[in-house]
């Protein structure tokens, strides 16, 4: 069965960093585009994206120079790496799958709970 799961959350301080792991199982992600989301007070929000064809990357600006997405195909992961956290970072996080970037979601993993403490 198809399925993302993603990992790697917690709790960090103001201006720390942390990095988000997203697996896929039974499908690969280069075949993909993956994007990754955030859910806080507000609106469920995208933060980045990241080809399956090419590897390009896009991003919000809010998270430009700071957010990093990579990919790691061996090992069937997309990665979010996120430096000098801020109080607005705190959220469940998503990845989801996309045909291409910013094309509409085609399947959500579960979310993973970061907060920044101040």
């Known amino acids: 069965q198809a399925q993302l799961v993603e990992s790697g959350g917690g709790v960090v301080q103001f201006g720390g960093s942390l990095r988000l792991s997203c697996t896929a199982s039974?499908?690969?992600?280069?075949?993909?585009?993956i994007g990754w989301f955030r859910q806080g007070p507000g609106a469920r929000e995208g933060l980045g994206c990241i080809?399956?064809?090419?590897?390009?990357?896009y991003y919000v600006d809010s998270v430009k120079g700071r957010f990093t997405i990579s990919r790691d195909s061996a090992k069937n992961t997309v990665y979010l790496q996120m430096n000098s956290l801020q109080a607005e970072d705190t959220g469940v996080y998503y990845c989801?799958?996309?045909?291409?970037?910013?094309?509409?979601?085609?399947?959500w993993g579960q979310g993973t709970q970061v907060t920044v403490s101040s």
């Open positions: 080809n399956g064809t090419d590897g390009s990357t």
């Open positions: 989801a799958t996309q045909w291409p970037c910013g094309s509409s979601v085609v399947s």
């Open positions: 039974g499908f690969s992600l280069d075949d993909y585009a």
